[in-house]
């Protein structure tokens, strides 16, 4: 042990002299700072009036022993790490200590050579709570700053959602949410539900896709018993199901539109008629509804009732593809690291500055969903703490670098076309600094000023 546990501060608390010294000798050679108390009272008086990162504490002395001090010392004990020590103990009498707060045990006599084991892996577990407190820490901070619900996004696109999102989660109005596969509408429908008056009530998502189209009627609006064959019991739908909350209709454009006609009704009424039945029955339901198909188009191919697409386009909110809000990438890779992290035990730091770039340059076109498989699956390949661009060999085969002129660029406009290059080698510079303004003025070859000038404009927040 040497020079990463100079300031590392510790008690040893035992009656015997002897022991104190011996203990304290050792210690000192591996760099610990060591102060010694003689009994319980003397090692409480000490952790009252100052912290210890360890604490050696011997089980039977006079006047107070080691589990009277646990259990009077609590308090004061949660930021320090304690190993007791005894001649006389048993697996019960740890197992006791454990409960009380210790951490380890090691039974008298020993070799220096459990002590320095002992306190190794009590350095390692502090080591891991404290990267946890980081990581808690680090996570809060994402979701104060940049999150609605479970999603996060810094880009003024997501911004612009979250608070469109905010604002609808506190009034009645249909929510109509549009955007590709995996952009995460699933997500905004729960955070409007959940942050509104209904969070109490059920919260129903139902795939409109998903249900055969024989079925869909019976599903949606129940049935009463002996209303067809099969129908042994009367059963409510799902909107019944929903009743006083939100029913999540995903995927609204796969309805039939024979179907289309009868959802139209429970939207202008408010009621619902289960198959046998010869009354409507009031219905109390926030609907949200969820498309990857631009609905206006489908109108205009006749797919789609125009009548039921202004009922649900009240409240109109569109989710942008990853690929409109590319600097929100190391932020959700960062989240998904940290998840992962949490899941597996693992320690992963981060992605070097090469496999950001790489990510930053594929189209995704399973969006956020994509991004997360993609992250989950590099930090089971790599062996490292840090995922590199061989980790992610799907990408390094696929992606191809946009051309600026064909993908981003659509006339003639020189002022235009620089401002876009600018952008791209702004982020691409921030990206591979992690963020360092000061590396990435270097890179860019620009003053600090106009960097932050450029940002501005830009609308760059890494």
Known sequence: MTGENMEKSLLIIDDEDNMRHMLASLLKKSGYLVEGAADGYQGLEKVRQQHYDFILCDLKMPNMGGMEFLKTAKSCL???????????GSIDTAIEAMKEGAYDYISKPFKSDEVHMALKKAEERESLRKENSVLKERIRNIE??????????KSRAMQDVFRLAQKAAFYNATVLISGESGTGKELIARGIHFQGDRAQHPFV???????????????????KKGAFTGAFTNRKGLFEEAQ???????EIGELPLTLQVKFLRVLQENEVRPIGEAKSRKLDVRVLAATAKNLEEEVEKGAFRQDLFYRLNVLPIRLPSLRERSEDIPLLATRFIERFNQTSERKIQGISPEGLSLLLQHEWPGNVRELENAIERAAILTEQDILLPENFPIYRKKTVKKNLMEDDFDGYSLKEAQKILEKELIIKALTATEGNRTKAIQLLEISHPSLLSKMKAYNILM
Do not use: Q, R
């Open 144 to 153: 104060k700053n940049y999150s609605f619900a479970n999603m996060i996004g």
């Open 78 to 88: 949660e930021k320090s790490t304690v190993i007791v020590m005894s001649a006389y």
């Open 205 to 223: 998502a139902v795939n409109c896709g998903g249900i055969p189209e024989n079925l869909l009627e019976s599903e949606f609006f129940g049935y």
């Open 244 to 250: 006083g909350g939100t029913i999540f209709l995903d």
